[in-house]
């Protein structure tokens, strides 16, 4: 596979020069593709924890169930994300991993890691950090899904969104593609389908977004900005404490 299709290449090279060497490395954990059809249940929480996935087409969505059948989602994936990194530490996966629609994912062994730990420790400091980094992304969305209303946890969401998918697609101005329902935006934000439909409405209404043919323009960013207290913690990353290359 050719390193110019690559999604995860163009996600860490946003934050660090790759040498070539690097580029090898990060092919180990793509040079095997698998695709699912959207609505498939990848595995299930609790399922031998085995596998790591690179995303390199599609979204899918991390969840988990409440006894009684109700569904939190926990986590939603792009293209360029590693799914698997808060578990790699335990034996059996913490949630359901299902699609949103058609993907191909990229699954590799957990010991693939092994060459990238021992030989590229830029490399290693680099994936550590992104790890560490979405558990400050978990806090933030924490709050906004506690605290805030529900305009407020949308504009949140789609603020969020954008950000992540801007690191990939550095062209990305206002617009991107929303292929989640009403159903799953209301499992991830703890609200009803009812109260996500009426939202939406109600922030085309007030000119902050526009929605057409499953895109979503954000029209007033600034405004959803102050809004929501939204901080973007994707377009930078220290780096300088990085072993040198």
Same mark, same amino acid.
């Given at each position: ?8 290449? &163009?996600?860490?090279?946003? #934050? ?7 580029? !090898?490395?990060?092919?180990?954990? /793509?040079?095997?593709? +698998? ?12 399922? !031998?924890?085995? /596998?790591?996935?690179?995303?390199? +087409? ?9 006894? @009684? ?19 790699? %530490? ?14 191909? $994912? ?18 290693? %400091?680099?994936? $550590?950090?992104? &790890? ?22 949308? &504009? #949140?969401?789609?603020? @969020? ?16 593609? $929303? ?8 499992? #991830? ?14 922030? !085309? ?21 102050? $809004? ?16 040198? %290359?």
């Amino acid at each position: 596979m050719g390193h110019e299709s690559s999604c995860l290449v &163009a996600k860490l090279s946003h #934050y660090v020069t790759l040498t070539d060497a690097d580029r !090898e490395k990060l092919a180990t954990f /793509e040079k095997t593709e +698998r695709s699912f059809a959207g609505g498939t249940e990848i595995h299930q929480g609790g399922d !031998e924890n085995r /596998e790591l996935y690179v995303v390199k +087409r599609g979204w899918a969505f991390s969840y988990t169930d409440l006894p @009684d059948g109700r569904r939190q989602i926990v986590k939603i994936h792009h293209p360029g994300d590693v799914i698997g990194f808060p578990d790699v %530490a335990l034996k059996h996966t913490t949630t359901t991993l299902r699609t949103v629609e058609d993907v191909c $994912l990229c699954p590799f062994p957990k010991s693939a890691l092994d060459l990238i730990l021992r030989e590229a420790p830029r490399l290693s %400091a680099l994936l $550590l950090s992104i &790890a560490l980094r979405d558990q400050v992304v978990f806090i933030d969305v924490l709050r906004a899904m506690g605290r805030m209303s529900a305009r407020e946890k949308i &504009a #949140y969401m789609l603020l @969020d969104l954008i950000a992540r998918l801007r690191i990939t697609n550095p062209g990305m101005t206002d617009t991107f593609r $929303l292929p989640m329902n009403q159903g799953q935006i209301a499992d #991830y934000l703890g609200l009803t389908n009812v109260y996500v439909s009426k939202t939406f409405i109600r922030l !085309e209404q007030d000119g902050l977004i526009r929605r057409h043919d499953g895109y979503v323009q954000i029209l007033a960013e600034e405004q959803m900005i102050a $809004l929501t207290d939204f901080q973007d913690r994707y377009a930078q990353m220290d780096t300088s404490w990085f072993p040198q %290359a």
